[in-house]
């Protein structure tokens, strides 16, 4: 009997992969992989050099709601600086800002905060915080690098306690510092270690610069970064990386006067990508015919005066050197300032400074910062020009005093990033130093009144701006003034040993100062005790 055999059951066609198509990236949707969603790049991605796209990208979302924010802050009139509480739905959270108070303190730092530290006429999207979201969208290390130097801000008008703002630098470094672990993911981008280490550097700028040491990693970093670019194109630089380079020029430069060990600051200076970042910023200028950009911390001032400062900062503390030498660098220095001033006649402080009724304090300001800083300059290499035959009671240095305190009575203190001029008050402070003892009690003549009024100028100046920016680097530059002005006798020009005792009064230089070798103001020994009991008792005292 033939019996038909029965067929065997079919198995049902596998179903599609079950993909999170509400969630994942475009990218691994359409390559048809099931996606980590890490934002804002995921793991798989970031693995593959992928481009990554989300269909509703989380970090525009958060940045539309800052922006809204601030416009919001904005037509009410004037910031007031209070912590105001904010509200934001739990799907566009960063991981960073999970607590009220996170958000609070996060709409200080962009209404308030950003602009203590940024020039005041740079562009907004310079104090737009959607950068951060950009790299550390989900990395809560990188949001708590950014709340911590503003709640430490914050905190000095009594708005949130220290504790918080030491516990969000705290959450950064950890964060930081697992990343940097060798068992971290190989695929590290640098920029949530770079944004990171540009906030904590401001944070730990008080009471002594400890931030340096991470803007020195800021520099290694920028520079192995771009040495195979043998140029760069500025309108292709994001927002991040125009202000790390901005704000590692300016801090190396300026506070290396202050620091007694500068080997490891010289060997860090990203030399090489500076050269190409003020290369870039010239053609630029000359595409849109001469018309130069505001930095966003330099503001008007020359990027080239910075390394110009720089350079001749370490060649002040190499001094005596060889003859030679030494002449060679001077002269490059004096062809240098000639150059600044006709590639930038904001920097001229020759003729009158006069605004049309139109000018804002912020841009009065920015241009007042530039040719203090010129001004500055010049001061500087003259005496490192001339060590012995410049003091501060030559003619050259007497006249570009008087222009110092002509410009230092219109700047406005009450703008915010005031800070940014101390250097160039901590040099005119130098130059503005009692001659004698007698001097610091009693002025006489008219250069000495002079003197004394600019001192007096110079102190009230640092304490407005202390007010607004708390910032410890005007802390520290009163206090360097402090020490010169208390006439150590490391300033001395004549012997302080036994002319006392002769009746010949001894002669000081402030200058002499900036050529300090430990730094200046560091270790500087006490003063004339004398003198010092005289200025403390006379109601009279020039000092």
Request: net charge positive; hydrophobic share 40%.
């Amino acid at each position: 009997m033939d019996v038909k055999q029965a067929p065997r059951p079919t198995r049902p066609p596998r179903p599609p992969p079950r993909l999170r198509v509400k969630t994942g990236c475009q990218t691994c949707l359409k390559r048809r992989k099931k996606c980590p969603e890490n934002r804002p790049v995921c793991a798989t991605c970031e693995r593959l050099h992928l481009p990554c796209v989300y269909r509703e990208s989380a970090p525009p979302a958060a940045t539309d709601l800052v922006r809204v924010r601030a416009q919001a802050v904005s037509g009410v009139g004037a910031n007031p600086p209070v912590l105001l509480p904010l509200t934001a739905s739990l799907s566009i959270r960063p991981e960073g800002l999970r607590t009220e108070r996170d958000w609070n303190v996060f709409h200080y730092c962009a209404t308030k905060y950003m602009n203590v530290i940024t020039s005041p006429e740079s562009r907004a999207k310079f104090r737009d915080l959607s950068f951060v979201f950009v790299v550390g969208y989900d990395k809560p290390w990188v949001v708590h690098a950014a709340l911590a130097p503003a709640a430490l801000h914050a905190s000095f008008s009594s708005l949130i306690t220290k504790e918080d703002a030491v516990l969000y630098s705290q959450s950064a470094i950890r964060g930081l510092r697992q990343s940097l672990l060798p068992s971290g993911p190989a695929t590290l981008r640098r920029d949530p270690c770079l944004a990171t280490s540009l906030f904590l550097a401001d944070f730990y700028s008080s009471p002594f610069n400890a931030g340096l040491t991470h803007f020195q990693a800021i520099a290694q970093i920028l520079e192995a970064q771009f040495a195979a670019s043998s140029r760069l194109d500025i309108k292709s630089l994001s927002i991040l990386h125009l202000s790390l380079l901005d704000a590692t020029l300016y801090h190396l430069s300026t506070r290396l006067i202050l620091e007694k060990d500068i080997d490891a600051i010289w060997d860090a200076f990203p030399s090489a990508t500076v050269r190409k970042y003020i290369e870039g910023h010239e053609r630029e200028a000359r595409d849109v015919h001469g018309q130069r950009p505001i930095l966003p911390v330099l503001g008007r001032t020359p990027p080239a005066l910075f390394v110009l400062i720089f350079q001749v900062t370490l060649l002040s503390r190499q001094l005596p050197a060889p003859g030679d030498e030494h002449h060679g660098h001077a002269f490059h220095y004096l062809i240098e300032l000639d150059r600044i001033q006709d590639s930038y006649p904001i920097v001229r402080s020759d003729a009158n400074t006069a605004w049309d009724a139109h000018g804002t304090a912020a841009s009065h300001n920015t241009e007042l910062a530039a040719k203090l800083y010129f001004l500055a300059a010049r001061i500087f290499v003259a005496k490192v020009v001339n060590p012995k035959g410049t003091t501060s009671t030559s003619l050259q240095i007497q006249t570009l005093l008087v222009k110092g305190m002509a410009l230092l009575e219109l700047f406005d203190t009450t703008v915010s990033c005031g800070q940014f001029i101390c250097w160039p008050l901590l040099i005119l402070g130098c130059a503005a130093c009692a001659t004698t003892g007698s001097e610091a009690v009693q002025c006489g003549d008219e250069l000495e009144v002079h003197r004394g009024q600019m001192r007096r100028l110079i102190r009230e100046r640092l304490q407005q701006i202390w007010n607004v920016s708390y910032s410890g680097y005007v802390q520290r530059t009163l206090g360097a003034l402090e020490k010169v002005w208390k006439l150590p006798s490391i300033i001395a020009r004549t012997p302080t040993t036994g002319s006392q005792l002769r009746g010949v009064e001894v002669v000081y230089d402030g200058l002499q100062a900036l050529l300090s070798k430990n730094g200046l103001g560091v270790a500087f020994p006490a003063g004339n005790s004398r003198d010092g009991d005289r200025r403390r008792f006379c109601p009279h005292s020039c000092f």
